[in-house]
Structures are given as C-alpha cells and as structure tokens.
C-alpha cells in the first residue's frame, strides 16, 4: 500500500489500527464521529468512494499509522504535523510521510511563511469552488482577474501575499501565472497546507563565493591575531593580489554581504578558544531547584579592586578575598581576606563556613592551587577528607560552571572596592587611576629616600588600611546576604514584601530544615586547619601583623621557630605550634587581660604630672604677662656706681640663698587702722609681685633694711630675675655683679 494521507473507510479498518474498529461500515461511523474531513476520490474509473484525511486524527492513531505504513517508529516520533490552518479553520492538508521520505527536516516556518501558505490555500479553495467551470478555465479566469485588477479587493491582498513580489507601480492587479496556480493546486493536493510553504532560503556555499572573499572569510575565520579585524584581512589580501590599496573598501563590503551566508556556529569555533569559545555556544544551564541546604558549596577567590595598605610594610597592594556561597539560596556562608591567592586563605574561608553553617555534601571550585592544594585535597589528612566532603573542580579555563558565584563579585567585592579612592576595575576612569598610581610611586620613593635622610614623611590617608579593607568586606557580605533581592530566587508569596524577590537570608530562614544540618563538635572546629605564618618566639612574645602575643609558656620554645595560626576574624589570640607539629600555647595580644601588657605610669601619677605640667605653664605665661606690663613704667635714671646694702656682708665667701627657699610675706592684709590715709611717699603696706617690691627698693635705697638686703641677694640669683635682668637694666635698676659694695644704706 504506498503511503498517503487520505484512505478510505476500508483501508483504515484493514490496516487494524489499535482502539480502532476492524469493519467498513464502523471505521466509517467512528470518521464522521470525529470530524475527519473526506473528499471524492479523484482518478478511479466509476467512481473511487470517499477517501478521509489522516492528518486529521487524533496524534496516536496518526503515530501508529505512520509506524503500520512504513515500520519507521524513530521517524515518525520525530516528525512534526501542522496544525490547523489559521485561515480556511479547517485541519490542514500534509503529507508527513512524504515530508520525510523526500525532504530534509525543516524548522517551523515563520509567521510570513504561515501567512503565505494560509493565502495559497485560500486560493485553491477559490478554484475548486469554480470547479463547475472546469479547472483549466477557472485557473484561466482567476488569473485573467487577478492580473486586470477585476477581482475583488479581499481577494487580490490574498494573492500578494501568496505570490510574495511586490505590485508593480503603476497597476492593481497581480499577476500570477497558471502555470503557478496549477502548480498551487498539485502540490497542495499531494500534501496540504504544508506543501504550500516558501521553500526556505538556503545559505550559498563557500566554493558559490568569489575567489577573494573565499580567501577573506578563511583568513578571518581565525584565531590569530591578523584576522581579528575584518578590514585589515581585506587590505592585507588586496596587497596580495597586487590590486590598488583603494580597492580594500570595495572588497570589504563583499565580504560583508558574504558574512552571513558563512555557518555562525563553525565560524565561532574557528575564531574563538577556551572560555571565550564557550561563551558565544549554546551551553547547559545549571539548576538548583532541587537542592536543599549545605547539598553544594561553590567557592572562589578573587583579586580585590582597589589597592590597599600592606599589613607588614604598610606597601599598596591587592589582596584577595575568598567566598564560600550555598548554591541552593545563594548566602555566603564563609570568607576570607589573605595578602595572595593560597591554600591558607581557602582554608580560612572554608573553616568559617563550616564552624558557623555546618558542613556540606560537595564543595565545587576551580582548579585553582588554593583549592586544590594537599592540605585541602589529600585523601589521608586533607580537611575535605577528614569531614567527608566530596570536593568537585571544574574544567581548566572554563569558569562558566560556578557562574554563580562569578557574577556575584559584581554585587559586593567589586561594588566595595569602588568605595576607595584606590578602585582600579574595569570601569574605572583611567585619568584617576594613573594619578593614583602616580601618588603609590610618589610616597614609595619617599620612603625609600627616608632610610638615608631620616625625615619624617606623613602617609597618603586615601589609601585604606588592612583593617579598613578587612570591614569594608564583611560589612559588604552582610549587606548582600541581608539587603540584596537575587533575581535566581523565590518570590515572597504574601505578608508587606508580596511580589518581591527574596534575599539570600530570607531564602535560606524559608528553605533551611534545622534537623538537616550537620553541625561540628568544638573540639573539631577548633582543630579545623588554620592560617598561619612562621615567627620566632623572643622572650614569651610572638609578632605578627604589627602586634605582640604574649604567653609565659612561650619560654620553652623561646629564641625558636614557631607555627603561628591565627583568624582573621579574631585578632585578639593567635595559637602558636612547634614547627614539628606540637601544640605549645594560646597567646594573646597584649592588651588584653591576663597578658603582659600594662599602663606605661600609673593613671594617678600621669594625672599629676599633667597637673604640675599646666601650673608651670600659667606661672611662665603670667610672668610675661608682667613683664609686659612694666614696659609701660617710666624709666628712672641709673643708680650711683657704688651704694651699700645692710646685712649683706660676706656674701661673696658664703653661699647665695636661693630665691625659692627664701621665707617672706609679699602680701599682708591691712587692718582696719592701716586702712586709713597715710604719706604717699611711704612703704608699701604690700607688694603685688617680687618685681614690684624689687623695683621699689631699687628706687628708694634710703629706705633699705638689713631684711630688705637679704631679700634682695637672694631674687637676683633667682631665675625670675634672670629673665628680666634686660628689663631691668634698660630702666636702670639693674642689680651690680659685686653686690659687696652695698656695705651700708643710703
């Protein structure tokens, strides 16, 4: 029986189709039941019956059709039936088993192709409907009003969709050959709706192009880097060919026309490598639907994108950060900062992870030397091992596996690292990052000069810290746990966030069953491996990132190389091993308490000093004060070369008295009959200031007792007098170097 999609009653019921009945009169019933459309079968001699259309039966009955006529059951799962046509709303006419025997499979046609067949269709049914004309003069007749603009308006926008040529200027009509209506009529008899279609554009082979642009297309379907620009390849194959260099622009334009004819998948490949070849393909998307938490750790380093100071030397440098992120609700569940990509720094991460998160079925990372180093990796004593981690890499060059954490750096290292005046990624403007650079290499020269010279230099503020940088990056994990709404994630399905994507933190509270998580005891999180550095133990301290450790017991490894492991999450203790492995002590940073560190003086004694210290200071401001006072006295004449002074002899064989242990009264409170009028020119009751008094007996000899001149030796040797010796010499009351010649008064 050859294969056909229209049979009659009788050969569907002989075929013995499953759930289908065996007898004529019953396979006719259960057709018409359904719908199936049927014609008069043309080309039998009186008269062929009324024949079905299969491709209208149900989708299993047009499957084990197909698979009784041919025995082909992989093709047929393959094959695709139209559907419906849109226009007629009947079921469409095709052939699937003649569309896989005779022709190449297709992709579904386009909205365009489906219009255009729709129109043919249209007009085949127009003919059959002059079908009592006959076909030949309705074909005639169509054409005739299609090509003079007689038919109506309806009817000719159906046949320029159908022709698809545009309407010459100048006419209404379109022209359709009968030639091409015939043809219409065949091919849509033979297999439907389908066969109507345009037939798709084929794209010209290399060896259909010119010799030149073959050659072009070649060389440009290359990695190298001569060919990964189009208009250099022309230019160089214009020179090749001994042509005018003016003739590049000619060629290149051809080529370009070419381009597209060209597959884009095996022009990818030729021009592409590695991770940038995979970019550009199709590839597999990885889902997390069915993860529950801790199932996969995916973990990654990244070089941060600002310079930052040196925590040993104070140099700018790039660390890098380390992040241990939950595949299954995208929280970050352990970091970690280290001065390079290394083994310690993985570690660190990890051990944060696993001490605050619990431990996880698989860690997926990259086949970087932090993440696949032996104290990681090694199958006795690795800490993958220990926990029983399955530790997974991905391919070498290929970082599109943990493309979750890949694109995350975006969101928060990358995002914090533009808050510092040293950002240096991809996006930064490149006039601020060579001065920047220009400031790095300036203060570096002048520290360098400073091991000669000794100066003192004051270091560029813009510049961050390690411990500024240290909480630039936690506080940027917490506000991507907390604050960032991922677009990978759940939507909130109620309560004030209804419709909003949820954070990292509201995925995990939502999704995480407590009794799932597999917690470490304290004795192995402590035990978890560590970063560490090599110190040497002097005197029961160890230093390390410019602090002091101190623990008594650190004598007896003392003037030694110790293991010091540290987190960088506490900077308060640090834990220090032999080199040989054994555990010595925890020391702790001097300033805490039960260290050696201790107040440099006692708070009651600098509280002191300091006191002392300002009333020094109010006694020097308030004798220049007073000195500058005086200066608005008169100056007196100079005094006799030679006067006496009572009580002053034999100072020069004994010692001067100095003016602080001398014991006088300058101030003496006036009783009440003092208070009362008396001579101008008498003594003072009282002086203000020993200046005063000294200016007045300097004046006034006369009047000199023996204390006086006592008085008066002993404030010359004084320091305040020292300080004032010009002062009172430009007056004239100056004191004489040998005070001996002050014998008697007056």
Not at 466 to 492: I, T
Request: charged share 25%; aromatic share 6%; hydrophobic share 40%.
């Amino acid at each position: 029986m050859s294969a056909s999609t229209w049979l009659t009653a009788a050969e569907l019921a002989a075929l013995g189709l499953p759930d289908w009945p065996g007898s004529e009169f019953r396979s006719r019933a259960k057709l018409q039941a359904l719908g199936v459309p049927s014609r008069v079968r043309e080309g039998r001699q009186g008269g062929g019956g009324r024949e079905f259309d299969t491709a209208a039966l149900p989708t299993a009955l047009r499957r084990a059709l197909l698979v009784r006529q041919h025995g082909l059951a992989q093709q047929v799962a393959d094959t695709v039936v139209p559907g419906p046509s849109v226009l007629t709303g009947q079921v469409a006419v095709c052939a699937p088993t003649q569309v896989a025997q005779h022709q190449p499979a297709r992709t579904p046609p386009s909205k365009a192709d489906s219009a255009c067949a729709d129109a043919r269709v249209l007009l085949v049914a127009h003919l059959r409907g002059l079908a009592h004309l006959g076909m030949t003069k309705a074909v005639q007749q169509l054409s005739d009003d299609l090509h003079g603009g007689f038919a109506p308006q309806q009817l000719l926008d159906t046949a320029a969709t159908a022709n698809q040529r545009p309407r010459k200027p100048g006419t209404n009509g379109v022209t359709i050959s009968t030639r091409t209506l015939f043809r219409w009529v065949g091919e849509h008899r033979k297999g439907g709706w389908a066969a109507l279609l345009p037939a798709p554009s084929q794209a010209a082979p290399l060896a259909s192009l010119a010799d030149d642009v073959a050659l072009c297309l070649k060389r440009y379907a290359s990695p190298a880097g001569s060919s990964r620009v189009l208009m250099q390849v022309c230019r160089d194959v214009t020179a090749e060919l001994g042509r005018h260099f003016d003739d590049a622009t000619v060629l290149y334009g051809r080529v370009r026309r070419a381009l597209p004819k060209v597959d884009k998948v095996q022009l990818i490949k030729a021009r592409h490598r590695g991770a940038e070849r995979a970019a550009k393909l199709p590839f597999k998307r990885r889902l997390t639907e069915g993860l529950h938490t801790n199932d996969v750790w995916v973990m990654d380093g990244h070089t941060f994108k600002a310079k930052v100071r040196h925590p040993d030397h104070g140099q700018p440098f790039a660390p890098e950060v380390t992040l241990v992120l939950d595949a299954s609700d995208r929280y970050i569940v352990g970091w970690s900062a280290s001065l390079s990509e290394n083994v310690h720094g993985v570690a660190a991460a990890f051990r944060h992870a696993v001490t605050a998160h619990g431990v996880p079925g698989i860690v997926y990372s990259d086949n970087g030397g932090g993440e696949t180093a032996k104290a990681l990796d090694c199958p006795v004593v690795g800490m993958y091992a220990r926990l029983g981690v399955d530790h997974r890499t991905g391919l070498p060059g290929h970082p599109q596996g943990h493309g979750l954490i890949e694109r995350s750096w975006q969101t928060h290292m990358i995002r914090a690292a533009r808050k510092f005046a040293t950002y240096q990624g991809s996006d930064a403007d490149a006039k601020c990052v060579r001065d920047m650079r220009g400031t790095i290499d300036k203060e570096r020269r002048a520290l360098e000069r400073t091991k000669s010279t000794g100066e003192v230099i004051t270091l560029n503020q813009r510049i961050p810290s390690w411990k500024q940088f240290l909480d630039e990056v936690a506080q940027a994990v917490v506000d991507y746990n907390a604050q960032h709404r991922h677009r990978g994630l759940h939507k909130h399905e109620s309560g004030p966030f209804m419709g909003k994507r949820r954070t990292p933190a509201e995925e995990r509270m939502a999704r995480m069953v407590p009794d799932e998580i597999v917690r470490l005891a304290e004795f192995d999180a402590r035990n978890l491996a560590l970063p560490s550095v090599v110190r040497k133990a002097v005197r029961g301290e160890v230093q390390f990132l410019s602090r002091f450790y101190f623990n008594a017991d650190l004598m007896q490894v003392d003037e030694q190389q110790v293991r010091v492991d540290y987190d960088l999450a506490d900077a308060n203790r640090v834990w220090i091993w032999t080199l040989d492995g054994q555990y010595v002590c925890e020391a702790l940073e001097t300033r805490q308490a039960g260290s050696n560190g201790m107040p440099y003086f006692p708070a009651n004694a600098l509280d002191a000093a300091r006191h002392r210290r300002v009333q020094a200071a109010v006694k020097r401001r308030e004798a220049q004060i007073d000195l500058a006072r005086r200066e608005l006295q008169p100056t007196l004449p100079a005094p006799a070369a030679e006067f006496q002074v009572p009580g002053l002899q034999g100072l020069n064989s004994g010692r001067r008295k100095s003016h602080d242990d001398m014991a006088f009264v300058e101030r003496v409170e006036p009783t009440t009959e003092q208070l009362a009028p008396a001579d101008p020119n008498a003594r003072p009751l009282c002086f203000d200031s020993h200046s005063s008094r000294y200016e007045w007996l300097m004046r006034d000899r006369s009047r000199w007792t023996a204390e006086d001149g006592a008085w008066l030796a002993a404030y010359a040797a004084s320091n305040e007098y020292a300080g004032l010796r010009d002062f009172y010499a430009s007056r004239g009351l100056g004191w004489p170097e040998d005070p001996a010649a002050f014998n008697a008064a007056g």
